[in-house]
């Protein structure tokens, strides 16, 4: 049995397919074909079955999955109780956070950072994915939720604030005297289901927007072009010279969750780095959060 054949057993039960583990894994998905192909040949047991919905495990791989898992547990905590007693600012932090707040505000600060500690490197992924802290597939998060895992070390640092922004252009054409106004007005807008889309809404007297995106980057784009009013966070619409903010009743706010996995906390390059991002918050929180 090659043990390292294993993980590939565990991802593909997890994920489903060859490609979506193969993404995961970091590899080609022949490689995982092959790897599963081999720990069934030692196992002298079929453990994954096809079907139109993807790789199925069959029942003997069911009763394999529970140790195997196990066994991936022991492995990660291995490897963050190693990474623990590193004492080199040196190495990779994967660091992972939401979509338009990691593009805009993290990315440009954590470049600085890496560029200033030379052996560091910062691998920062902005997609939204929560990606899982105990295996491994990031060693930091900046989230807008508060992650109830108790291995897990959670910090509040920012309040991130929201408010509405339009072209300056377009306010000369089309002044906003008061949020009855808003009714008549193109709305650009996150989808439903947000606190901020809803404070929107509410003050819109339900209008539906004319625009909407996931991705606040994208509504900062539509809003500089002059398409509309667009709820922003404040960091975004703040920072724009050419937007301005026009003040509500109630502008809603988010908090930022910084969170690690307690095993790494106190690793030099993690410490390193949490550090730096807590500084960052406390030293911005009035922008982030809004005058």
């Given at each position: ?15 489903g397919s060859l490609l979506r583990a193969a993404k995961a894994l970091g590899v080609e998905h022949t ?261």
């Amino acid at each position: 049995m090659n043990w390292d054949d294993l993980r590939f057993v565990v991802a593909v039960a997890r994920h489903g397919s060859l490609l979506r583990a193969a993404k995961a894994l970091g590899v080609e998905h022949t490689t995982v074909g092959r790897r599963i192909d081999a720990a069934e040949r030692a196992l002298g047991t079929k453990l994954f079955a096809r079907s139109t919905a993807g790789l199925v495990l069959t029942a003997e791989g069911e009763q394999l999955l529970a140790p195997l898992q196990g066994v991936e547990d022991a492995v990660a905590a291995l490897e963050r109780r190693a990474s623990a007693d590193q004492h080199e600012l040196v190495g990779t932090v994967k660091v992972t956070g939401p979509e338009s707040f990691g593009i805009a505000w993290l990315a440009p600060r954590l470049a600085t950072f890496a560029r200033q500690h030379p052996g560091l490197h910062i691998d920062l992924d902005p997609s939204g994915a929560v990606l899982d802290l105990a295996r491994r597939q990031a060693e930091v998060a900046v989230r807008f939720f508060q992650s109830k895992d108790k291995s897990l070390i959670v910090r509040r640092v920012a309040e991130v604030g929201h408010g509405l922004y339009a072209a300056r252009s377009y306010l000369a054409r089309y002044p906003l005297r008061s949020a009855a106004e808003l009714a008549d007005r193109p709305l650009l807008s996150g989808p439903p289901g947000d606190a901020e889309s809803a404070w929107f809404a509410k003050l819109a007297k339900g209008r539906k927007p004319t625009f909407t995106s996931v991705l606040s980057v994208a509504l900062l784009g539509a809003a500089k072009a002059g398409a509309g009013i667009a709820v922003l966070p404040r960091y975004l619409g703040d920072a724009e010279p050419d937007l301005e903010h026009l003040p509500m009743p109630d502008e809603p706010r988010e908090a930022l969750w910084l969170t690690v996995h307690r095993d790494l906390r106190a690793t030099p390059r993690v410490r390193a780095v949490m550090d730096f991002l807590v500084a960052q918050f406390t030293r911005e929180k009035v922008a982030l959060r809004g005058k």
